[in-house]
């Protein structure tokens, strides 16, 4: 088990940026791979961008070049760095881990708003 805490949505303008961060309570290197999904109202949850334990990623065509992720090993912490952002962004996001075994674990999300 695992728990995985969001932190970091907040409200922001078109173009603006945030930082979300997903802090894990054990080592991160019990995952394969670590990701971000997000959920706007009346849709189904999507990948966002994921990175496996040798630090090799992958983004959903729509943030690239905008966003960024990456970890910090040390920190067991998982960053979703987010730039440009447009109103479609908005949706909670969730960070998700899945084990070697593939169990996955889940966050309980945090809100990005993006709107003028």
């Known amino acids: 088990q695992v728990q995985l805490v969001e932190s970091g949505g907040d409200w922001v303008q078109p173009g603006g940026s945030l930082r979300l961060s997903c802090a894990a309570s054990?080592?991160?290197?019990?995952?394969?791979?670590m990701g971000w999904y997000r959920q706007a109202p009346g849709k189904q949850r999507e990948l966002v961008a994921n990175?496996?334990?040798?630090?090799?990623?992958n983004y959903a065509d729509f943030v690239k070049g905008r966003f960024s992720i990456s970890r910090d090993n040390a920190q067991n912490t998982v960053i979703l760095q987010m730039n440009t952002l447009k109103p479609e962004d908005t949706a909670v996001y969730y960070c998700?881990?899945?084990?070697?075994?593939?169990?996955?674990?889940w966050g309980q999300g945090t809100q990005v708003t993006v709107s003028s």
């Open positions: 998700n881990a899945r084990a070697y075994d593939n169990a996955q674990y």
């Open positions: 054990r080592s991160i290197f019990n995952f394969w791979v």
């Open positions: 990175i496996t334990f040798d630090e090799a990623t």
